[in-house]
């Protein structure tokens, strides 16, 4: 009932009360009640008729207004109750002493129980056996909380079918009371088929991970064979070739000029192969990565960059103390040659800062440039995979690789190797 009607209802009484008093004053003073005793005698009889009449109103109306919130209720009951069985998650609700008793269709599906057998039994039926006290536990002090509904535990939970498989779920659970009862509600889902592509996931990138570095070795035991071969076979025989020239040059007869030239052209082009040779050999890799280690590496591909390409570079060495494996040492080398091939090739620098550092418990190794940088937003350009590769290289040896650029302001490559990952063999 609208809330003004039944102000104005609930004044009727006084308003009736004065409007008798009126009439009886009226009566009276226009004679025809005889006595003030007969006006208070009708007036009495008045008042008790209105207000039992009243009273009777009053409770025909309560009692229509609670049969019809009666039946609102059960109407809303009926309603929430269809919502709960057509979720499609399955919904489960437990009284204060965790015992079932709202086991919807999607719960009988996922659980595998029949709601009949499980409604009144205590949730432990749906929780495997070493999880049941902890389970416990927490829904009594989420119940102490006052939340009102939260998510179930930080990751995945288990929980248990009808025939004894275990299988991991995610559940939020809400709490309300009803006439006095606490009663607890969990919505659960069944991540059975995301948690198996996850691991499938994980197995497969762990593949992946492996066939790299194992590809990786490979490259670099070839690149090896070839460089050493190229150094010392060729090299060798090169330097006899040179050395029997010598030997020409000083037996040759004096008067033939042409014979002298030749001898000359032939020394020059051995002197330019031998150089290239050389060259050819540490770009593949440099020798001295597997006989001296890394520091000498870094600094002849430092100077050799700053050389070749007129780039002025600082090298700073603060940690030379490296006990690196030759994959650590390999990795890292192939990442500052990266970083500064990136440099020659993109950023327009004229400066090229390149740090060895030991920062907390981690091996550091910096490359920062002065050129025109880019926007590390952007996405992956295609059949570019030297940034890619740094990440790559970084996470087989336990590292990370942040790259930080911006357009106009330079580029600079950070390594950072934990200690204990330095110590791993890879
Ligand atoms: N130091 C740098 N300065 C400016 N731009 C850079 C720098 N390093 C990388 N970039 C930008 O990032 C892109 C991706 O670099 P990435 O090394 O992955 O590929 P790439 O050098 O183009 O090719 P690849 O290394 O496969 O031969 C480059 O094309 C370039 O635009
Ligand atoms: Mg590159």
Not at 75 to 91: L, Y
Not at 268 to 278: E, F, G, H, Q, S
Not at 279 to 284: G, K, N, V
Request: net charge neutral; aromatic share 4%; proline share 3%.
């Amino acid at each position: 009932m609208d809330a003004s009607v039944r102000r104005r209802l609930d004044h009727r009484p006084y308003a009736a009360a004065v409007l008798l008093g009126l009439s009886l004053a009226a009566l009276l003073l226009a004679g025809v009640l005889p006595s003030l005793r007969m006006a208070l005698l009708l007036a009495a009889f008045a008042c008790a008729f209105t207000g039992g009449s009243l009273a009777l109103w009053r409770l025909r109306r309560e009692t229509r207004e609670r049969r019809s919130a009666d039946r609102e209720r059960r109407v809303a009951e009926a309603r929430f109750g269809n919502i709960v069985e057509a979720a499609m998650d399955p919904i489960v609700t437990v009284d204060d002493a965790q015992r079932i008793v709202v086991f919807n269709g999607a719960a009988e599906q996922v659980f595998g129980h029949a709601r009949t057998d499980v409604l009144g039994q205590p949730l432990d039926v749906l929780i495997p056996e070493r999880f049941r006290d902890v389970h416990r536990a927490h829904v009594a002090k989420f119940g102490e909380t006052g939340t009102t509904s939260r998510r179930m535990g930080a990751s995945v939970l288990r929980a248990l079918r009808s025939d004894g498989e275990e299988f991991p779920i995610e559940a939020s659970i809400s709490q309300h009371v009803d006439r006095g009862r606490r009663f607890y509600t969990a919505i659960v889902r069944d991540v059975t088929a995301r948690v198996e592509a996850e691991n499938a996931l994980r197995r497969s990138k762990e593949e992946m991970q492996q066939l790299g570095a194992a590809a990786n070795a490979t490259r670099e035991q070839e690149k090896s064979r070839i460089a050493r071969e190229l150094h010392d076979e060729l090299g060798q025989l090169l330097t006899m070739l040179q050395m029997d020239v010598a030997w020409c040059k000083d037996r040759q007869p004096a008067d033939d000029a042409a014979f002298a030239g030749k001898l000359d052209r032939m020394e020059a082009l051995l002197r330019t192969t031998i150089a290239a040779t050389r060259r050819i050999s540490s770009d593949l890799r440099p020798l001295m990565l597997d006989d001296l280690g890394l520091v000498p590496s870094l600094e002849w591909l430092v100077e050799n960059f700053a050389q070749r390409t007129g780039i002025v570079c600082d090298l700073t060495i603060a940690e030379r103390d490296l006990a690196l494996t030759k994959s650590h040492a390999t990795a890292i080398f192939r990442i500052v040659q990266e970083s500064l091939t990136n440099i020659a090739k993109h950023a327009k620098a004229t400066h090229a800062d390149i740090v060895v550092e030991c920062d907390g418990d981690a091996l550091v190794v910096r490359v920062d440039d002065d050129g025109v940088g880019f926007s590390a937003q952007s996405p992956r350009k295609p059949h570019s995979f030297g940034l890619f590769g740094l990440r790559e290289r970084a996470s087989l040896i336990g590292g990370t690789v942040a790259i930080t650029s911006v357009p106009g302001e330079g580029t600079s490559v950070e390594l950072r190797v934990p200690r204990e990952a330095l110590a791993e063999r890879v």
